[in-house]
């Protein structure tokens, strides 16, 4: 893409008549002027390349637009979407191009987009004679969310349409300034649990920072406040020896003792302990 700037001669001009200094520049002569300018440099330029363009690409903006000079008629978005969509982006930036190519603020149009939930960053700027060039960042959920939200990998919670929510994704539970550590030990975990065949399906951390998380296979472990990798660890090197041949059974281990664990069958009257010392943290 090649962009051509408009001479600084013609644009201070332009500024001195919209800011109402005492020299004034006839309309019709800047115009003319630049627009014969800018025929001629066009006609001389060789595009390099084409630019990828993904999703919605090249986007008529509403019209009729007000009496502007050199008013802003396209948009050009960029970007790999899968939420974001082509309505909701001229909705937002439709209304911030009214002023026109010089006097559009892009910084304004960044925020605005970036208030747009599904969206993670934003570059805006203009493209001479009358595009404004937007490329977009789509968010990436690692998981939902208590109370209709998602979550991204460093712990960014956001909150789309209820419809928009994909399908799949295993729930994080706990105080939202902790995002960050629920997304980053639930990473961690299921990195731990992987060589069983086995994910996370919710996984909370309560008000006093200890842990709890339910497996595809409907188990439920039960960890401390501390050490909570290690006892996974635990579990996983005696799950297959211990445990995998009655997993059906197993309701909930609990992982809070040091040496040991605790396991609530399903069966009503089943109850089986093992190594009852529990470490300090445990309820």
């Known amino acids: 893409m090649v962009v051509i700037k408009a001479p600084s001669s013609v644009v201070k001009a ?4 919209r800011q ?20 001629a440099g066009l006609a001389g330029v060789a595009l390099a390349g084409a630019v990828a363009v993904f999703s919605f690409g090249l986007v008529p903006l509403p019209l009729p637009l007000p009496e502007r000079d050199f008013p802003i008629r396209t948009l050009k978005v960029e970007g790999a979407f899968e939420h974001v969509g082509r309505d909701e982006v001229t909705a937002v930036v439709a209304p911030l191009v009214a002023q026109g190519f010089f006097d559009t603020d892009v910084a304004n149009i960044r925020v ?34 208590e109370e209709g939200g998602l979550v991204n990998a460093e712990g960014r919670v956001f909150y789309p349409a209820a419809d928009d929510v ?16 629920v997304v980053a030990s639930y990473l961690a975990l299921q990195q731990e649990l992987a060589p069983l065949g086995l994910a996370i399906v919710d996984l909370s951390m309560d008000a006093r920072r200890a842990w709890e998380l339910t497996l595809t296979n409907g188990i439920r472990l039960t960890l401390g406040r501390q050490d909570a990798q290690h006892q996974v660890q635990r579990f996983v090197s005696l799950y297959p020896r211990v445990m995998a041949a009655r997993a059906a059974d197993i309701e909930q281990v609990d992982l809070r003792y040091s040496n040991g664990f605790a396991v609530r069958w399903r069966a009503p009257s089943a109850s089986a302990q093992v190594t009852p010392k ?5 309820v």
């Not at 332009?14 to 008549?17: E, I, K, S, V």
């Not at 004034?24 to 025929?39: E, I, N, P, Q």
């Not at 747009?116 to 960042?137: F, G, N, Q, S």
């Not at 799949?168 to 550590?181: I, S």
């Open 14 to 17: 332009l500024r001195r008549r």
């Open 20 to 39: 109402g200094g005492t020299r004034r520049v006839d309309r019709a002569f800047a115009r003319k002027r630049l627009f014969k300018w800018a025929g």
């Open 112 to 145: 605005a987009l970036l208030d747009l939930p599904w969206v993670r960053a934003a570059a805006v700027r203009r493209v001479w004679p009358d595009t404004l060039h937007v490329t977009l960042i789509e968010e990436r959920a690692v998981a939902r969310w």
């Open 166 to 181: 994909p399908k799949g994704l295993p729930l994080l539970k706990g105080p939202t300034r902790n995002a960050p550590q």
């Open 278 to 282: 529990k470490t300090g943290d445990a």
